[in-house]
């Protein structure tokens, strides 16, 4: 009766030492690490959730910004933190697709150094036309531009951020996919691309659809079609690349990750909260004043859809030639 009275206490007081663990663990500071500078759409939207699953947490998260490089110095402390799910951190369309083809040496794996978390949002590009060229070029669609490049092969320039940026790698994908020639102009910043464009200096670009959106509602800039899959909500009047090129899609976007070995039952709590956050009301109304999407799916999902981005932009960015040493 003595011993078994004795191992009771000791579960007993096992599990009492257990319990407490976890809620100590759960008061704790969740660490996220941002790998962009603050005040840009990646750090609003962070800021965002992190306000709202504070209290699902049971503690703050706090933002941590670490840029540079591209975004890799952040992307790599992630993944060099230790797993336990008090330091996460976001992986976007640079770090975890096309940097590890871009840059020569990467301090980080993307595929095997990551758990995947949630996606939290797609921000869709979109091809668009200085409206003068346009009207004079005669182009109302995708389908006249195409034609319009096939028949004047080389006549057609565009603009980007510079090699290996996102206007660039959308631009290449889309001469690829059409069967055309288009010279590719890069300039130092989307802002001077954005610039050229409206100058005239270039005949089309590539753009993230928050900073085309302004232009083209004032009418110095024609929305040709968004790169998204189907059309985007932000721009429901404007139909979509692939509805011409099958299977086109080449958006911006970003999500949540864990150092990897970040236990299951970790990142199913983070991801439970971080969802629910993204589909409350408030952020979607939020998010859309920054032409962002909330995503929200599950850890499997999130990590699929990474896999098959970096599979994608392996093709893109070798096809460009595009390298940073």
């Known amino acids: 009766m003595k011993r078994n009275t004795f191992l009771l206490s000791v579960a007993a007081l ?25 005040g840009g759409p990646i750090d609003v939207t962070a800021r965002a959730l992190a306000e709202r699953v504070k209290d699902t947490l049971g503690g703050p998260v706090i933002i941590d910004n ?36 871009l840059y020569g ?16 949002v797609r921000v869709p590009n979109v091809l ?26 080389g ?16 631009g290449e994908m889309f001469k690829k996919e059409a069967g055309i020639f288009a010279v590719h102009i890069p300039y130092n910043g989307g802002n001077p691309a954005q610039l050229a464009l409206l100058s005239g200096q270039v005949d089309f670009n590539f753009d993230n659809l928050a900073t085309a959106a302004p232009n083209i509602k004032s009418g110095k800039l024609k929305a040709i079609a968004v790169t998204t899959l189907t059309r985007s909500p932000m721009l429901p009047e404007v139909p979509p ?23 299951q039952a970790v990142l199913d709590r983070l991801n439970q909260a971080f969802v629910a956050a993204l589909q409350a009301p ?3 109304s939020r998010f859309a004043l920054l032409m ?34």
């Open 155 to 170: 006549k057609l320039n565009y603009g980007s951020g510079g090699n290996g940026s996102a206007g660039h790698l959308a």
């Open 14 to 38: 096992s599990l009492a030492i257990g319990t407490s663990t976890v809620q100590a663990q759960t008061a704790h500071t969740v660490r996220l690490i941002v790998p962009y500078a603050a």
């Open 105 to 120: 040496k990467m301090p980080f794996n993307a595929a095997t150094d990551f758990a995947p978390i949630t996606q939290m």
């Open 292 to 325: 962002a999407e909330p995503v929200g799916n599950s850890s499997a999902q999130f990590g699929a859809f990474m896999k098959s981005e970096l599979a994608k932009y392996e093709q893109v960015v070798k096809a460009t030639g595009a390298k940073v040493d």
């Open 128 to 153: 668009v036309m200085n409206a003068e060229t346009a009207q004079r070029l005669k182009i109302d669609s995708l389908k006249d531009l195409v034609a319009y490049a096939k028949a004047n092969p």
């Open 282 to 284: 408030e952020t979607k």
């Open 66 to 101: 670490k840029p540079g490089a591209g975004g890799n110095i952040g992307a790599d402390m992630v993944a060099k933190a230790p797993p336990d799910g008090l330091t996460i951190g976001i992986a976007a369309t640079a770090t975890h697709a096309v940097n590890p083809w």
């Open 241 to 263: 690349v692939a509805d011409l090129l099958k299977g086109f899609a080449i958006d911006t976007w970003w999500g949540l990750v864990a150092p990897a070995g970040t236990p």
